[in-house]
T-cell receptor, first 115, second 114 residues
């Protein structure tokens, strides 16, 4: 069964600094996608970034980037120049099974950006 | 553009009462539809998944059910709520193009069973 593990329940970072959130996963799929979602206090789930396992290049979206280590099954999220609006719960997610779009989510990491 | 609507936003129901949460998607056809539940301070658990009208897959055994009477309508129901049904329920949709499509979530329903 696919599993996604986020080992950091809570983290904090000073505004303008860089923070990295960890995620490991386990899957038997040959091709799969990985995602990071953000859930601010409003509870709206917002897609931050996604990575296709076949692509060796790490995905980047503005201040957000990932460090994808396929052999280690690691998928960490780096937030550069942290902003107060980045305060949220962050979820790592992986495909549950091929071609269905079902995602398996980690338990989440609560990130607090301090002024 | 596509939009997803979910209602109600907040619901307080007594134990044993019925439940109906509704979700509709606009701007697309034949989407995959999902119901997730998020317990307090925890991750999301997939409850139901649908690839088409009247095609529902249940991911976990429970006293909840789901229906998809129309292409872009997804309903979560219960005949008798339990205290353990309290949580934050999220509806989501994705393109029916496989794993390349991320999930797009509604704003969620906070359900409190008293």
């Amino acid at each position: 069964a696919q599993t996604v593990t986020q080992s950091q329940p809570e983290m904090s970072v000073q505004e303008a600094e860089t923070v990295t959130l960890s995620c490991t996963y386990d899957t038997s799929e040959s091709n799969y996608y990985l995602f990071w979602y953000k859930q601010p206090p409003s509870r709206q789930m917002i897609l931050v970034i996604r990575q296709e396992a076949y692509k060796q290049q790490n995905a980047t979206e503005n201040r957000f980037s990932v460090n994808f280590q396929k052999a280690a099954k690691s998928f960490s999220l780096k937030i550069s120049d942290s902003q107060l609006g980045d305060t949220a719960m962050y979820f790592c997610a992986a495909d549950g099974s091929s071609n269905t779009g079902k995602l398996i989510f980690g338990q989440g990491t609560t990130l607090q950006v301090k002024p | 553009s596509q939009t997803i609507h979910q209602w109600p936003a907040t619901l307080v129901q007594p134990v044993g009462s019925p439940l109906s949460l509704e979700c509709t998607v606009e701007g697309t056809s034949n989407p995959n539809l999902y119901w997730y539940r998020q317990a307090a301070g925890r991750g999301l658990q997939l409850l139901f998944y649908s690839i088409g009208i009247d095609q529902i897959s249940s991911e976990v055994p429970q006293n909840l059910s789901a229906s998809r009477p129309q292409d872009r309508q997804f309903i979560l129901s219960s005949k008798k709520l339990l205290l353990s049904d309290s949580g934050f329920y999220l509806c989501a949709w994705s393109w029916d193009r496989g794993s390349n499509s991320p999930l797009h979530f509604g704003n969620g329903t906070r359900l409190t069973v008293t």
